[in-house]
């Protein structure tokens, strides 16, 4: 119990300051927020290759797996095991394969609200 | 608030102070709004594992979780609703990705539903998707190099 408590603390730190970091980012520098993503799965997929992402999701868990980084450490992630067990074809096909279910949810579940929804006036 | 200040001073004042304390306000609301996000997508590990369901298995369900509770919520017109608070602690979590993609779908629907909704919903995932998939496959090409 104690410890599934600091589970939740951790990712609230973790991913809170990740995120700040993205804020900082957007004040001061006025990136759009598509390139705020593409630059956070792209610092994810380095920081994951270097190993040094790992050690920020051992200690917040979804804070650092819900945020997009987590995205790309688990395209690297992927794209490594796949290098191990394949050899260079690996770096074609681990990625789509470790982030296949996030992906095909996002497409499917995104058309079907897209579909679904109805858009409020802009104000 | 300070006695004896003139309208004039006061809007000095608050000319001078607004530009941090605004970005400071900004962050605050993005760590705590990230933050409460993350820790949504950790209840839902926590109660996979609890179930017996292996760290990997119920890190991608929670992913496929998150991102159908992003879209939903966008398609209520909440999560819109939600980042003009939050910044980029609505937009940075898996949550936001589901965001960009139903945001910009939904309010291109009348365009069609191939050009409109179809294409619409790229418009910032298909970067987060390029730039993602090839980074990783050169961090796999330099990982075979290195190691095999």
Known sequence: MQNMIWTYINAFIVGG????????????????????????VTTGVILSALGVYQKIVDIGGAGATIPLSGFGYTLTRGVFRDVESLGILGAFTGGLKATAAGITAAILFGYIISVAAVPKAKR | MQKGLTKQEYQQYVEK?????????????????????CVVGQFFINILKLRGIDQERASTITTLIMVFLGALFTGLNVYDELGRFAGAGSIIPITGFANSIVSPAMEHKTEGYVMGVGGKMFVVAGPVLVYGISASVIAGILYYLIHK
Not at chain 1, 19 to 39: E, P
Request: hydrophobic fraction near 55%; charge should be positive.
């Open chain 2, 17 to 37: 102070m607004s530009p941090k304390s605004k970005i400071l306000r900004n962050v605050f609301r993005a760590f705590l709004v990230g933050g409460l996000i």
């Open chain 1, 17 to 40: 300051v990740i995120c700040a970091a993205g804020q900082i980012l957007i004040d001061k520098t006025k990136l759009t927020s598509a390139r705020i993503l593409v630059l956070f």
